[in-house]
């Protein structure tokens, strides 16, 4: 015989209605446990974020507030010829020309290759060679760059002698240094692009090249511009490999297949090294530093060109990138 039990009456204990607030007084707990949690969580990223940006902002202030002074078109504008001791005259128009010139040697020798490697080993790579190859880009990936400098040394000097010293040479020791993060950085947009862009692609009838081009390519292009600038900024502070390799020259050079050339890093790196001058004046105690402005003004040229750099590849991007209708 079944027995039927009445349902107990509100407020009585164990009643649903003590049990719903008891449920609720516990998410409640629960809630502010949780937010609690996140506001200390938010309050910690906030002060990494603060403490990330003290050095960045403490270099840039420095650089600028010591370089500001000797900034000027002039200084833009003239070599070192002709100019020493303590004269205030002298510019870094042939440190501006040996770095562009030998940079862009460098992103000519090192992009195609570093993305055609990057293309193997995500869309045909398998097997030991593919293995073989990305284990010899992680290793390039932490070479020294003076290691990088002179093996350029002793490539060139094989062909034109221990005394050889041109661009070119600088270029191929900043390529060394340039094609594993160039291979990377490609190698990781293209695995994001989702494979089934490539099986519609093939569905369609498109051979396999041309879907890489026109498909994968178009779709990573953003990314791959922006490892391409990493690239370009990783070495276009380099001072070692291009003392090695290109030497230091005080006149301008244009020829980057022959003759010395001066670039930014190695001129900041020069005028620094020799320290305080004495005045042209007749003064005899007489004290100048501008040598040491000289390297301040041209470590700001540097870091100025490095943000073009980086504003162009932002354009580029934006513009290249699929646009989504």
Avoid at 135 to 143: A, E, L, R, Y
């Amino acid at each position: 015989m079944t027995t039927l039990t009445s349902p107990s009456p509100a407020g009585a204990p164990g009643s649903s209605d003590e049990r719903t607030l008891a449920v609720a007084a516990s998410l409640r707990q629960v809630d502010a446990r949780r937010f609690r949690t996140d506001r200390i969580m938010q309050v910690l990223v906030y002060l990494a974020f603060a403490l990330a940006m003290v050095p960045l902002v403490s270099v840039a202030w420095t650089v600028v507030d010591k370089g500001i002074d000797r900034f000027s078109p002039y200084f833009l504008q003239h070599s070192m010829r002709g100019v020493f001791g303590g004269m205030d005259a002298g510019g870094i128009y042939h440190a501006i020309v040996g770095t562009l010139e030998i940079t862009a040697g460098a992103a000519v020798i090192s992009v195609p290759i570093g993305i055609l490697t990057a293309i193997y080993l995500v869309e045909y790579g398998t097997g030991h060679v593919a293995r073989a190859v990305t284990f010899f880009v992680d290793v390039m990936t932490g070479i020294p760059s003076i290691v990088a400098g002179l093996f350029a040394y002793a490539l060139f000097a094989l062909f034109f002698g221990a005394g050889a010293r041109f661009g070119l040479m600088g270029s191929v020791a900043l390529s060394v240094l340039m094609i594993p993060v160039v291979v990377r950085s490609t190698e990781e947009m293209l695995k994001l692009v989702p494979n089934e862009l490539r099986e519609a692609s093939y569905a369609l009838g498109v051979p396999k090249w041309l879907t890489i081009v026109k498909v994968v390519l178009r779709t990573a292009v953003a990314g791959i511009v922006t490892g391409v600038m990493l690239a370009v900024a990783r070495v276009v502070g380099e001072t070692a490999p291009l003392l090695v390799t290109v030497g230091v020259i005080d006149s301008i050079n244009y020829n980057l297949f022959a003759g010395r050339m001066m670039t930014l890093p190695v001129y900041v790196y020069d005028q620094y090294s020799k320290g305080l001058a004495p005045c042209s004046s007749s003064a005899t105690d007489c004290i100048t530093t501008i040598n040491y402005d000289r390297a301040w003004a041209a470590a700001l040229t540097l870091i100025l060109i490095v943000m073009l750099l980086n504003l162009l590849a932002r354009l580029v991007s934006r513009y290249f990138s699929p646009r989504m209708r």
